[in-house]
């Protein structure tokens, strides 16, 4: 069993900055290739990839809609993936979750995703 958990949510307004992390359970980094991502859900939207990065090796996958201005990095001494979020957009306000999956990160493809966190809110005022 995978735990996920996400924190550094919180309320900023239009250009500031958050880092979401989440820690992960010590089962995932092994010499197994797990791909943990980070996925977004506004009301009344669909869930949204955000980002991916690979357990093992230097891999990492952004979104258009936010690159350039988030950026994924882990660190597997922490057991932890973190999402820096700079020039934040009123339109980044969402639920943000940590997913995890054995293997590769499947196009971020949330339906792909067996293990969710319970999310954090980040919101952004303009």
């Known amino acids: 069993q995978v735990h996920l958990v996400e924190s550094g949510g919180g309320s900023v307004q239009a250009g500031g900055s958050l880092r979401l992390s989440c820690a992960a359970s010590?089962?995932?980094?092994?010499?197994?290739?797990?791909?943990v991502a980070w996925f977004r859900q506004a009301p009344g939207t669909e869930r949204e990839g955000v980002a991916g990065i690979y357990t093992i090796g230097a891999w990492t996958s952004v979104a258009d809609s936010v690159k350039g201005r988030f950026t994924i990095s882990r660190d597997n001494a922490k057991n932890t993936v973190y999402l820096q979020m700079n020039s934040l957009k009123p339109e980044d306000t969402a639920t943000y979750y940590c997913a995890a999956r054995a293997g590769g990160c499947a196009n971020m493809r949330d339906s792909q995703y067996f293990y969710w966190g319970q999310g954090t809110q980040v919101s952004v005022s303009s």
């Open positions: 010590s089962f995932i980094y092994t010499d197994n290739v797990y791909c």
